[in-house]
C-alpha cells in the first residue's frame, strides 16, 4: 500500500483536472483501507496544479530508475 508523501504515477487520464497517465504526484491523504488516495499535482514552477481524490486502480508507486517528463498542463 502506499503511504502519505510518496510519490505516485497515474494510470489513468484524469481530463478534468488536465492530468494524464505518467504524471507524477504526491499522496497527502490515505483513505480507509488504501482504497483512495488525495494525490497533489505540482508544477515545475512549485504551484499546485491540482489536488484530486484517486482511486488506488488510477496510480500506481514510483519505480526504480524512473525519469519525470515535462509537458504543458492543459486544464478542461
Same mark, same amino acid.
Given at each position: 500500500?502506499?503511504? $502519505?508523501? @510518496?510519490? !505516485?504515477? =497515474?494510470?489513468?487520464?484524469?481530463?478534468?483536472?488536465?492530468?494524464?497517465?505518467?504524471?507524477?504526484?504526491?499522496?497527502?491523504?490515505?483513505?480507509?483501507?488504501?482504497?483512495?488516495? $488525495?494525490? @497533489?499535482? !505540482?508544477? =515545475?514552477?512549485?504551484?499546485?496544479?491540482?489536488?484530486?481524490?484517486?482511486?488506488?486502480?488510477?496510480v500506481r508507486p514510483v519505480e526504480r530508475l524512473e525519469i519525470t517528463h515535462?509537458?504543458?498542463?492543459?486544464?478542461?
Open positions: 500500500m502506499v503511504q $502519505e508523501h @510518496e510519490r !505516485v504515477v =497515474l494510470t489513468t487520464d484524469v481530463l478534468d483536472y488536465g492530468l494524464m497517465d505518467g504524471d507524477v504526484g504526491t499522496v497527502v491523504h490515505v483513505y480507509p483501507d488504501g482504497k483512495a488516495y $488525495e494525490v @497533489e499535482f !505540482v508544477a =515545475l514552477n512549485g504551484e499546485t496544479a491540482a489536488v484530486v481524490t484517486l482511486k488506488a486502480s488510477q515535462a509537458r504543458q498542463l492543459v486544464t478542461a
